[in-house]
């Protein structure tokens, strides 16, 4: 069993829960959030993904899981999610 639900599983737990209020998001946010995260960490290098996204996201509580993970690790997650997700297809 995955560790990640699939989008079509998390679009029908919306759906099940009434809870589904938008349509798909659209695609082209990830090119613009992408070159701001760029120019952003471009000049903060020592930060890890985690801390700029702790710290653009400022949640109510807080994220050590997200704040301290390392980049490797995280690179890691993605491509094994990367990984998982073409596996299915």
């Known amino acids: 069993m995955s560790r990640f639900p699939s989008r079509g ?3 029908r ?5 009434g809870t589904l209020s ?3 998001r659209d ?13 952003v960490w471009e000049q903060q290098p020592d930060l890890r993904l985690g801390q700029l ?3 653009a996201a400022r949640p109510e509580q807080p994220c050590p ?3 301290h993970v390392e980049d490797d690790a995280l690179l890691q997650g ?3 999610y990367e ?3 073409s596996s299915r297809q």
């Not at 737990?13 to 829960?17: D, E, I, L, P």
């Not at 695609?27 to 995260?37: F, G, N």
């Open 9 to 11: 599983d998390l679009w």
């Open 13 to 17: 737990a919306q759906v099940n829960a």
């Open 22 to 24: 938008q349509p798909m």
């Open 27 to 39: 695609a082209e946010r990830i090119d613009r959030v992408i070159a701001v995260l760029r120019r």
């Open 53 to 55: 996204v702790v710290i």
């Open 65 to 67: 899981e997200v704040f």
């Open 78 to 80: 993605l491509l094994d």
């Open 83 to 85: 990984r998982q997700r």
